[in-house]
């Protein structure tokens, strides 16, 4: 293996500085690529909501979608057992 010295990279206090530079530059290039993937949903509501859509709902949809059946079905029916101890059924 090539040392330090050989391959240009730079030690710091026993820390491989350029190592270091790659990851803190793909992180930050992963929050630009997230920040705008945000812009883009929040375009998508903003259109869905111009279109008469209740934005509510979908997001409460999209939050149901992403858990599996049997997630989901566990929580209707703890959700429903309250409601009926509350008598809100």
């Known amino acids: 293996m090539f040392s330090a010295e050989e391959t240009g990279e730079a030690q710091v206090n026993g820390i ?24 883009d949903i929040r375009g998508v509501y903003a259109e869905m909501k111009g279109n008469g859509f209740d934005t509510k ?13 049997a ?6 029916a ?3 057992l309250y409601k009926a101890a509350l008598g809100m059924e």
């Open 71 to 76: 997630t989901r079905q566990e929580e209707e």
């Open 57 to 69: 709902a979908v997001r409460a949809i999209v939050r149901l979608r992403r858990k599996d059946q």
């Open 16 to 39: 491989a500085a350029g190592q270091l530079r790659a990851f803190v530059e793909r992180v930050e290039r992963l929050e630009e690529d997230k920040k705008a993937i945000g812009e």
């Open 78 to 80: 703890i959700l429903d």
